[in-house]
C-alpha cells in the first residue's frame, strides 16, 4: 500500500509540473500571412499585443517547406531585427517566435524600391 501511494503522489506531481510549466507549448497557434509581404529588406520590428517590443524575439529563415532553418537571429532591445538574404531565393519563408506567444509565419519578397519594413505583433497563446 505505501508503494501504490507513493507512486500515485509521484504522478500527481509529474503532472502538476506538466500542468504548470510556463515554457510548455500547450494552447500555442501557428499563424500564417497568406499574402507575400514585399519589403526592401530582411528587417523590422517585433512586438506584443499591446504594441511593446519584445527584446530576444527569435526571427528564423526556413526553406519552403518550413522546416530546414537557414539562419536566425534575435531582436534586440527595442525588437528589432535584421538579416540579410543569404539566399537566392525569390520568396523568403520567416518564422517569428516569442515565448508564450503564437508563432508567426511569414513570405517576404524583397524589391529594393520598396522602403517598407517588416513589423509584426505576436499574439499571446490561450
Same mark, same amino acid.
Given at each position: 500500500?505505501?508503494?501504490m501511494r507513493q507512486l500515485v503522489w509521484g504522478l500527481g506531481l509529474v503532472f502538476s509540473? $506538466?500542468?504548470?510549466?510556463?515554457?510548455?507549448?500547450?494552447?500555442?497557434?501557428?499563424?500564417?500571412?497568406?499574402?507575400?509581404?514585399? +519589403?526592401?529588406?530582411?528587417?523590422g520590428?517585433?512586438?506584443?499585443?499591446?504594441?511593446?517590443?519584445?527584446p530576444s524575439a527569435t +526571427?528564423?529563415? +526556413?526553406?519552403?517547406?518550413?522546416? $530546414? +532553418?537557414?539562419?536566425?537571429t534575435k531582436t534586440d532591445g527595442a525588437g528589432h531585427f535584421a538579416m540579410t538574404s543569404q539566399s537566392k531565393m525569390k520568396i523568403h519563408y520567416l518564422i517569428f517566435t516569442f515565448p508564450l506567444?503564437?508563432?508567426?509565419?511569414?513570405?517576404?519578397?524583397?524589391?529594393?524600391?520598396s522602403n517598407k519594413q517588416l513589423n509584426f505583433k505576436l499574439e499571446p497563446s490561450t
Open positions: 500500500m505505501k508503494k509540473l $506538466t500542468l504548470f510549466d510556463p515554457f510548455a507549448t500547450a494552447g500555442i497557434e501557428v499563424i500564417q500571412y497568406e499574402k507575400i509581404q514585399v +519589403v526592401g529588406s530582411l528587417s520590428e517585433v512586438t506584443d499585443a499591446t504594441g511593446a517590443p519584445l +526571427v528564423k529563415e +526556413v526553406s519552403p517547406d518550413w522546416e $530546414t +532553418v537557414l539562419q536566425s506567444c503564437n508563432q508567426l509565419r511569414v513570405r517576404v519578397r524583397i524589391d529594393k524600391k
